[in-house]
């Protein structure tokens, strides 16, 4: 399989992300390159399997690292102030320097964890990424958002510190249940409506066609269609924070779908529908509302829509219980500027969009409502 390398251009904070089959196995030579401590702290999940840790481990002290493991239980729930003691704890406890590392090998769970601990731990210490899950890879590894949740809600702790190299075994999603896989694919599928927009100099536009056309091989979790999704998704997003590391401008873009995610999840308590499935009806309501507002074709959303569904991700919610806390989340979103409801949406083509801020809350009640009637 290809080796790919995309490197994050944010100049003295520069970093490469290397996407290969087996790398885990060769991630010693990648990591000497860095000019790093001896001693490496991995912090992984139990759902994790064994082998991938193995691997992990046995080719870094095959390059001379000092290397310990730490075993977290998996869950949202436990991306916690206890979770983060837990780590800096033994990181305490073991002598580790600034001048060692924390290594996250798992979910996005892990990486946003590790990734918050390493930036405050003794003001900062060597961050190195290997993202297990799809999502892990497309999304949480890539950009130096790290975050905890806290009781008043989730993610509300956080820093911006980028890794110091990034490394992605698309081999680790043939263990991953198929439900998270499409968690990670819906954000795959939103790269494809906003990749014109992000002027990615990597990408041949018809990411959407390539998902179209490919998804057997994508859903058969064929390796080389898994290495084409995951390098090409990773452009994207690394093409975006080179740009706007801060999200004070392009970054929002990669928002699309996810206000009325975030309204969605948050009304069924994070239980009824993953991140996945809450931003794919997301990203269908999106597609509407720029249907509504003449900025999208008729026949270019139903193209997205059927996209998504072919996908087995769904593209509504099914009934309207929850309808009141949807909006009244989504005005409560963390991302609102000056009060005002903001939406990415597609606008003229696939693979452009638009933002559009000031659409009022009863326009986007009426539209849920008539999804589902
Ligand atoms: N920082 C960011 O920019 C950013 C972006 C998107 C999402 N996130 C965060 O990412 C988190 C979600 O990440 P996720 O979807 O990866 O969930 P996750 O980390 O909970 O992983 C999902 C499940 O898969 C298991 N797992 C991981 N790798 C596996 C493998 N190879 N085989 C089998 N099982 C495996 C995990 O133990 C867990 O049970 C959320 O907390 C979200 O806030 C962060």
Redesign the pocket.
């Known amino acids: 399989m290809d080796n790919k390398k995309i490197t994050v251009s944010l100049k003295d904070k520069s970093y490469d992300i290397f996407i290969k089959g087996n790398i885990l196995s060769q991630c010693g030579k990648y990591i000497k390159q860095l000019s790093i401590g001896k001693k490496i702290l991995i912090v992984t999940?139990?759902?994790?399997?064994k082998k991938?840790i193995n691997q992990t481990t046995k080719d870094l002290s095959k390059h001379g690292f000092n290397i310990f493991v730490l075993v977290l239980s998996?869950?949202?729930q436990n991306?916690n102030l206890t979770s983060l003691l837990t780590i800096i704890s033994f990181a305490i406890k073991n002598k580790f320097e600034r001048s060692d590392s924390f290594c996250a090998l798992?979910?996005?769970?892990?990486?946003?964890l590790t990734?918050f601990a390493a930036s405050i731990y003794y003001r900062g210490i060597n961050f190195i990424c290997i993202?297990?899950?799809?999502?892990?890879m497309v999304?949480?590894a890539?950009?130096g958002?790290?975050?905890i949740?806290i009781p008043d809600g989730?993610?509300l702790l956080g820093t911006f510190y980028q890794p110091k190299t990034i490394l992605i075994d698309p081999n680790?999603?043939k263990?991953?249940?198929k439900k998270?896989f499409l968690?990670?694919m819906g954000?795959v599928l939103k790269y494809a409506l906003l990749e014109k927009t992000a002027r990615n100099p990597y990408s041949k536009s018809g990411f959407f066609y390539f998902l179209k056309t490919n998804k057997n091989n994508i859903l058969k979790l064929k390796t080389k269609s898994l290495l084409q999704i995951i390098t090409h998704s990773v452009s994207i997003k690394a093409y975006i924070v080179s740009k706007d590391e801060r999200e004070s401008g392009l970054r929002a873009i990669l928002n699309l779908g996810h206000t009325f995610a975030h309204g969605i999840e948050q009304a069924y308590n994070y239980k009824k529908y993953t991140?996945g499935e809450a931003v794919s009806i997301g990203m269908c309501l999106a597609s509407k509302l720029a249907q509504n507002h003449k900025l999208l074709s008729e026949s270019l959303v139903t193209s997205i829509i059927n996209l998504i569904s072919s996908y087995s991700l769904p593209t509504k919610i099914t009934e309207l219980s929850k309808l009141n806390k949807i909006t009244q989340s989504m005005l409560h979103d963390k991302k609102i500027k000056d009060g005002k409801l903001r939406f990415i949406l597609p606008h003229k083509e696939i693979g452009k969009v638009k933002i559009i801020s000031g659409i009022p809350i009863d326009e986007v009640k009426s539209l849920i409502k008539k999804e589902v009637t």
């Open positions: 999940q139990d759902k994790v399997p991938f998996s869950g949202e991306k798992g979910g996005g769970v892990i990486s946003d990734g993202p297990t899950t799809l999502l892990g999304d949480a890539v950009g958002k790290t975050a949740n989730k993610n680790c999603l263990t991953l249940p998270e968690v990670g954000e991140h």
